[in-house]
C-alpha cells in the first residue's frame, strides 16, 4: 500500500524524523488559496500522486503568495501524471534549500533482510545516478535482528559523500527512519531529495512511503489510510469480496485459481493474440460462492467481450466447479459475453461432460490451454465487429 | 529416493483448525505419518479427527512422537513464533502453509533460523529448513504429502519440480503424469518475498538426489533468482535435463499480481520481468516452456520418454 507525500510525511513527522514544516491538502484552488495564506510566506504547491516523475510533468510549484497558489492548483487539480489523475495537492511552506541528497531504506527479496541506500545526489532518479556514477551511490544490507546504530549510520553517509555539515544530523535522521520502518511495516522510507536548508537543518522534503499490506492488520492507523476512493470501482468491488483482482486495459475476462495459473493464462491470451482486460485469481479452494462472486465481478465490466474461465480441479473436483459455474451464471441471468470454460484435473472429463449437457448457450467447454484461449479471442473479436 | 519428505516423515500439525484439520485428515489419508498436533490451549486431549494426541508444545511433539517435520496452518499473525517455536523445538523441515504473513516477520524469521554471515549470505547447515510461507508445501509421491497439494494427481516417478506457484505445478505434474512419468519429490516454495527455501536451496537437493533425472522449476515475475538458478543450473548440472517455466508475461509493471512477491517494479528494468527472465535462462542453455503444457511436453522430450 502506497501512502501519499503528505501522509508519509505525517507519519515521519510521528517517529521524530525532521521533515518540512506541516502544511495542508486542497482539494480545491480555492483551499489552496487559504493554505498559502496561512503559510504567511512563499509555499510549495504539490500535486499528490502515488507515481513518480511529478517534477517533470509540472506537478510541482514554488508561489510566492496566495494568489499564485490558487492559480498553481488550478492548473494542477485534474491533471495527469503518469495515468494517475490529481486529486488533491499539499500546500506547505517553502524551504531554503542549500544542498540535496538522497536517502531510503527498503525491504530487499534478495538479502532477506533490509536495504539502505544512499547518494550525495538527491532530486534525480537514484536509478540513473546509480548507472551512471555508481561511485556516488552506497547500498548497505542491514540484517533484522541487528538493525542500525548510530556509529554505522554515521559512517553510510560519510561514505555516500555527505558534507561534514549534514552528515551528524543525516546520521541521526537515518537511525529514527529505520526505527520507524520497522515500526510501521514498511517495505520502503524514501526520502529524495533529503535537503540541507540554508539555516543547517537536514530534513525530508519529500516522503515516499509504502506499507505491507498483509501487516495492515496490527497498523490500524494506516490501514485506515487505505486509499479506496482512488480505486477503480471493480477492483475496490473486487476487495470487498477479498479476491484478488487487478484491472488491465484489454476486453478479455479472465478468471482462475491461482496466482501463478492467472498469470500464465494471460500470457497465453497475449499469445493468442488477444488482450486480456484483468486478472483474477478466484483463490485454491474456490467455493461456489467465491466462482459467483467472480464471475459476476468479471461480466458486469462493460469492457469485457468474451471471458476465459481456467481452473485445474486439484482437492476441488472440476464437476462440482462445473455446477458452480452454471449455478453462478443461473443466478446472474442474461449475459451477453460468452464463456470459454477450462477445466483440467481431478475430475475434468465430467466437468467438461456436465457443461456440455447443460447445455448453456454462453458457455463453451475446453480441454487445453491454448485452444480455449484462441476460442476466447475468436468471441471477443466476434463480439466487438457486431 | 527424494528429498525432504519420505516414508521416515512425522508430522506434527500447528494449527489445527478446520482447514488443519482437513488437510490433516488427506495428508493422513494419502499415507504421510501425521503424529500429533500442537496447540498452546489444548495441550493433553486428542485430535479426535486424526486419532493423534494434542501437545501444548512442538517440543513435546518432538520428544514423545518423535516428530520430525511441522505443518504450519495457524493465521498469518501467529505464524511467526510459530515458525520460531518449531525450529527451537528441534524440528528438522518445518512447512509453512499460511498466508499474508507480514514481510518484516519473516524477514526475522530468516535471519534468526540463518545467521548472517561476515559477506552476507546466510548459514543454512545444521540449520532447520523452512518451506513457504504462502506455498502449498511439498509431496513425495507413493511416500508422504505434507500440505495442500492434491496427492491424486501424480504417482512415484524421476522428475523433481520446484515452484513458486501451486495450481501451475499441479498442471505440469498432472500432464507428466497422462504422459507416464512421475515425480521424485515437488515442492512449492511459496509466493512471497521472504520465503525460507528459494528454488536454489530445492534445486541443490534434487541434484544430490540419485532418483531424481530431471528438473522442471517454475518461476514468475519478480526478483531475479530464476537467472541465479540459471547460472548455478549451467555451471553444477549442465547434463541433467531442466526446464523452466516463467509466468507473467503480460504483467504490466507496477501491480502486484496476486502473489505479495510478483511485481515488476515500475520501469520494468532490472531483469524482474518474464520476458527477461526467459531470454537469459535460454542464453544459458535452459530450455524454457511458452506455457504449462508445453512446459510438461519439454521435460518429456528431453528425458526422451
Not at chain 1, 551512471?132 to 553517509?157: F, S
Not at chain 1, 491470451?269 to 466462482?291: N, Y
Not at chain 2, 513458486?164 to 498432472?174: F, K, N
Amino acid at each position: 500500500m502506497d501512502l501519499y507525500e503528505h501522509q508519509g510525511k505525517d507519519l515521519f513527522r510521528r517517529y521524530g524524523v525532521p521533515t518540512t514544516p506541516p502544511g495542508g491538502v486542497a482539494t480545491t484552488s480555492g483551499e489552496a488559496e487559504a493554505l498559502a495564506r496561512d503559510a504567511g510566506g512563499p509555499a510549495v504547491v504539490k500535486a499528490q500522486v502515488l507515481t513518480g516523475g511529478r517534477g517533470k510533468a509540472g506537478g510541482v510549484t514554488l508561489a510566492d503568495g496566495p494568489d499564485q497558489a490558487r492559480d498553481a492548483a488550478a492548473a494542477m487539480l485534474g491533471m495527469d501524471i503518469s495515468g494517475h489523475t490529481v486529486g488533491r495537492v499539499l500546500v506547505e511552506p517553502a524551504s531554503d534549500i542549500d544542498d540535496e541528497y538522497y536517502l531510503s531504506i527498503l525491504t530487499d527479496r534478495v538479502s532477506k533482510g533490509y536495504k539502505v541506500i544512499a547518494s550525495v545526489e538527491g532530486g534525480v532518479d537514484i536509478e540513473t545516478v546509480n548507472r551512471e556514477q555508481p561511485e556516488k551511490v552506497v547500498q548497505v544490507d542491514l540484517d533484522p535482528t541487528v538493525g542500525l546504530d548510530r556509529r554505522r549510520a554515521l559512517d553510510i553517509v560519510e561514505r555516500a559523500g555527505l558534507p561534514p555539515a549534514a552528515a551528524d544530523q543525516a546520521a541521526d535522521l537515518l537511525v529514527t527512519l529505520q526505527e520507524g520502518f520497522v515500526d510501521a511495516d514498511a517495505t520502503l522510507f524514501e526520502i529524495n531529495p533529503l535537503a540541507l536548508t540554508t539555516d543547517g537543518r537536514v530534513i525530508a522534503l519529500d516522503a515516499k512511503v509504502s506499507i505491507d499490506s498483509s501487516a495492515l492488520f496490527r497498523q490500524p492507523e494506516l490501514a485506515e489510510l487505505a486509499d479506496t476512493s482512488a480505486d477503480d470501482p471493480l477492483e475496490a468491488r473486487a476487495k470487498e469480496h477479498g479476491l484478488q483482482y487487478v484491472k488491465l486495459d484489454g476486453d478479455i475476462g479472465v478468471l482462475g485459481n491461482g496466482a501463478g495459473r492467472v498469470m500464465a493464462t494471460l500470457d497465453v491470451v497475449s499469445e493468442a493474440g488477444g488482450r486480456p482486460a484483468d486478472f483474477l485469481d478466484v483463490g485454491g479452494g474456490a467455493a461456489a460462492e467465491t466462482m459467483a462472486a467472480s464471475l459476476s465481478l468479471v461480466l458486469s465490466d462493460e469492457r469485457v467481450t468474451s471471458v476465459l474461465v481456467n481452473i485445474f480441479g486439484g482437492i476441488t473436483r472440476c464437476d462440482l466447479i462445473a455446477e458452480g459455474v452454471l449455478d453462478a451464471l443461473g443466478e446472474l441471468g442474461d449475459v451477453p459475453q460468452r464463456l470459454v470454460v477450462r477445466l483440467d484435473g481431478t475430475n475434468a472429463e465430467e466437468g467438461r461432460r456436465i457443461l456440455s449437457e447443460a447445455g448453456h448457450p454462453n458457455v463453451e467447454p475446453a480441454e487445453k490451454m491454448l485452444d480455449a484461449a484462441r476460442r476466447a479471442v475468436e468471441l471477443a473479436g466476434r463480439r466487438s465487429q457486431t | 529416493m527424494s528429498i525432504l519428505i519420505d516414508e521416515g516423515t512425522r508430522v506434527v500439525v500447528q494449527g489445527i483448525g478446520r482447514q488443519g484439520t482437513f488437510h490433516a485428515r488427506r495428508n493422513a489419508g494419502y499415507g504421510t505419518r501425521v503424529v500429533a498436533g500442537a496447540h498452546p490451549r489444548k495441550g493433553g486431549t486428542t485430535w479426535e479427527e486424526l486419532d493423534v494426541p494434542v501437545y501444548a508444545k512442538v517440543s513435546e511433539a518432538v520428544s514423545a512422537e518423535g516428530a520430525n517435520t511441522s505443518m504450519i496452518m495457524v493465521p498469518a499473525p501467529f505464524t511467526k513464533d510459530a515458525i520460531l517455536e518449531a525450529a527451537d523445538a528441534g524440528v528438522g523441515t518445518i512447512v509453512c502453509i499460511t498466508e499474508g504473513v507480514p514481510v518484516h516477520d519473516m524477514a526475522e524469521v530468516y535471519n534468526t533460523l540463518y545467521p548472517r554471515r561476515a559477506d552476507g549470505g546466510h548459514d543454512k547447515r545444521g540449520r532447520p529448513v523452512l518451506i513457504g510461507p504462502n506455498c502449498p508445501g511439498a509431496i513425495s509421491p507413493g511416500k508422504a504429502n505434507v500440505g495442500i497439494i492434491p496427492g491424486e494427481i501424480t504417482v512415484p516417478g524421476d522428475v523433481g519440480l520446484v515452484s513458486r506457484s501451486g495450481t501451475l505445478t499441479y498442471q505440469i505434474m498432472h500432464e507428466l503424469h497422462l504422459a507416464g512419468v512421475g515425480v521424485s519429490t515437488c515442492v512449492g516454495i511459496g509466493g512471497d518475498p521472504v520465503v525460507g527455501s528459494d528454488f536454489l536451496d530445492v534445486i541443490e537437493r534434487l541434484a544430490e538426489d540419485p532418483d531424481t533425472a530431471g528438473v522442471v522449476f517454475v518461476g514468475e515475475i519478480g526478483g531475479t533468482e530464476e537467472q541465479r538458478v540459471g547460472r548455478w543450473i549451467a555451471e553444477h548440472i549442465p547434463d541433467t535435463p531442466v526446464v523452466a517455466y516463467v509466468a507473467g508475461f503480460s504483467a504490466p509493471p507496477g501491480r502486484q499480481m496476486g502473489h505479495a512477491g510478483a511485481i515488476v517494479k515500475e520501469g520494468g528494468g532490472g531483469g524482474e520481468t518474464a520476458a527477461d527472465k526467459k531470454a537469459e535462462l535460454e542464453e544459458l542453455g535452459i530450455a524454457v516452456g511458452t506455457n504449462p503444457s508445453h512446459t510438461a511436453e519439454l521435460m518429456i522430450e528431453r528425458l526422451d520418454r
